[in-house]
């Protein structure tokens, strides 16, 4: 989604502000800009290309200068167009610009400031809900930015980050943030804003994480926060050690293929050294929470769904706990019926999906307490709001299709699973010795599921003629067959759904005609012979099958049925396994299309709006 840079500095920032644009591509954008403080006036470029035409663009026109901000628009309100993207002036309609400003998130009361801001004679040149903070700021502006920011935000409703200037206070940026990210970059005798970290790698790695409502004032000796309340307040200063290599793409075409290939690695740093299975592995009064909960509620959005719906199947077979799994944006605004014994489960690639946080946030609201979370940045918001947490170490990801960062999940997961179980009494000795030694051989195991690519590219090429296909699976398969089929579509555009095998009797058997490939996770599990029968039913009526079928169970090719071999059958960790071919035929697939792998159609990475 959006990403923002900020930058106060004695030297010229654009270039640090570009480059902190380019960290932040990998989200997602379709349309970017900067402006600078610049002799005295604003000025800006702005551009619905990539940040490298921009950066052209800058250079042409000679931008530069020591304070400004930057932006990568992932459009909500108005068309990606270059009179929407950020920054968006203000003061215009007096004479020269006087106020600049980006944004991340959604005003919901924009109609309404807009009215009021055009009564008072403010001109709008964008549909966007952004261009009313900027004029709000200039409205309330009396000499101190800091003050007409605090005064501004307390008329926003929704959710932002901000970064803004003022033509009249040339060594300040002011920052804001109420439910989307913002940390800010400590230098010496400069200082800096970002969405994240990562933008900042290798000008500072000196990073405060803000709270949500902390208003911050930047100047280059000084950064001084005030919160919520008012209260002017400490933030810690982390230093936070950002491997920038992660952005290098190396020997791969894509980052998706890159991260498809770095899932040996990030699952096996996700699983650590572990030596056995403790509920502490979670946080510190791990135990006493899981020997206190009598169900659990797995809140999360998109692929990270898929990984909760896959745990349920897990955690209700070996831990014995009864599991609810829900959509975020959906529990957030539904009546439901809390219950304080409930351990409620967050999992977020970025730790800062906005449903995802808000219904954090409402499931607290009703009472319960006990909240733990899944995510791959150890500094997120959903991290700090969390009792207790798990990070995976998948390392960043870029591509905007999620890969490592769910058969990570799928991996921490699998250990909860196992610390429940234990803190419940249900893991012997012998299982727990026997299940450490399935997920140590999870590396390698995915390393040999790898090596299929070659045959896995030659069914891309069909799949890339088609522009539908279905995906079926059965039991905890189920989920996988899900995010194969989400997968494809993120990335390919053909359309695909994912069915419980034994649905497909109930409706959409109707779309099966010898046009539709229907893909099929076959584990050699107790469904087996179940599953073979629903092939037959399409074999049946033509369609065909392109089966990923574990070594030992006797589905072999013939017309019309396509049979990839897996190396071995894995047991309960069999998901993580039959996820990584469905990744890499979506991938191949979209290569085949020539489609945009790593930044999809109207999509973006840390979802930051609602
Ligand atoms: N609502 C603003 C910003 C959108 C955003 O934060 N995207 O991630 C706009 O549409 O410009």
Redesign the pocket.
């Known amino acids: 989604?959006?990403g923002i840079v900020g930058a106060v500095a004695q030297r010229d920032i654009t270039p640090i502000l570009l480059q902190g644009l380019k960290r932040l591509e990998y989200r997602g954008y379709d349309s970017c800009g900067v402006a600078v403080h610049s002799d005295g006036e604003l000025r800006r470029a702005r551009s619905t290309q990539r940040v490298a035409e921009l950066e052209s663009q800058v250079q042409r026109e000679h931008l530069s200068g020591f304070t400004g901000i930057a932006h990568t628009?992932?459009?909500?309100?108005?068309a990606p167009a270059t009179h929407?993207a950020?920054p968006h002036f203000s003061g215009q309609g007096k004479g020269v610009a006087r106020i600049a400003l980006v944004?991340?998130?959604?005003?919901e009361n924009y109609e309404e400031l807009r009215t009021e801001l055009q009564a008072v004679g403010y001109v709008f040149e964008s549909q966007?809900?952004?261009e009313v903070i900027a004029h709000l700021i200039d409205h309330l502006y009396g000499g101190d930015l800091f003050e007409a920011v605090q005064q501004a935000t307390r008329r926003l409703n929704g959710a932002y980050a901000i970064a803004v200037f003022c033509r009249d206070e040339p060594h300040r940026v002011v920052g804001a943030r109420h439910g989307?990210p913002l940390v800010v970059g400590r230098g010496k005798n400069e200082n800096f804003l970002a969405s994240d970290a990562l933008a900042l790698a290798g000008t500072t790695d000196q990073i405060i994480y803000l709270e949500d409502g902390d208003i911050v004032d930047l100047q280059l000796a000084r950064v001084w926060i005030v919160d919520v309340d008012g209260h002017s307040v400490e933030r810690e200063v982390h230093t936070v050690h950002i491997h920038t290599g992660a952005a290098e793409l190396g020997p791969y075409r894509h980052y998706m293929q890159k991260e498809i290939f770095e899932q040996p690695r990030a699952v096996g740093d996700t699983l650590q050294a572990i030596e056995s299975i403790t509920p502490e592995l979670f946080g510190d009064g791990a135990y006493k929470v899981f020997k206190n909960i009598d169900n659990l509620l797995i809140l999360a959005c998109g692929t990270s769904y898929y990984a909760g719906l896959t745990a349920r199947y897990w955690i209700e077979s070996i831990a014995k706990i009864p599991v609810n799994v829900e959509i975020a944006s959906e529990y957030r605004y539904r009546d439901s019926v809390p219950n304080p014994r409930t351990l409620v489960v967050t999992i977020s690639q970025s730790g800062e999906t906005a449903d995802t946080l808000a219904a954090l946030k409402h499931a607290r609201g009703l009472g319960m307490e006990n909240t733990l979370t899944i995510c791959n940045v150890a500094t997120s918001a959903m991290v700090r709001e969390c009792k207790l947490s798990y990070i995976t170490r998948a390392g960043v990801e870029i591509g905007v299709a999620s890969t490592k960062a769910f058969t990570t999940q799928l991996t921490a997961l699998f250990l909860l699973t196992l610390a429940l179980a234990q803190a419940n009494g249900r893991l012997s000795d012998e299982e727990e010795a026997e299940q450490l030694k399935a997920l140590r051989h999870l590396p390698v195991a995915i390393g040999a599921v790898l090596a299929l690519e070659p045959q896995i590219m030659a069914w891309a090429d069909r799949f890339a003629t088609k522009e539908n296909a279905l995906f079926l699976g059965r039991g905890m398969h189920y989920p996988i067959a899900l995010e194969g089929a989400l997968k494809l579509k993120e990335i390919s555009y053909i359309h695909a759904e994912a069915y419980p095998a034994g649905e497909l009797k109930h409706g959409p058997l109707a779309l099966v005609t010898e046009h539709m490939p229907v893909v099929t996770i076959a584990p050699r599990d107790g469904l087996l012979e179940k599953l073979k029968s629903n092939m037959q039913e399409v074999h049946a009526r033509g369609g065909e099958l392109y089966v990923f079928a574990d070594a030992d169970t006797k589905i072999g090719s013939s017309d019309g049925i396509h049979v990839i071999r897996m190396p071995e059958h894995y047991g309960k960790l069999s998901p993580i396994l039959h996820t990584i071919p469905l990744q890499l035929l979506a991938y191949h697939t979209a290569c085949a299309r020539g489609t945009d792998v790593d930044k999809p159609r109207n999509l973006?990475k840390s979802v930051?709006?609602e």
């Open positions: 989604m959006c628009r992932w459009a909500t309100h108005g929407n950020h944004h991340n998130g959604i005003i966007t809900d952004t989307s973006a930051t709006v």
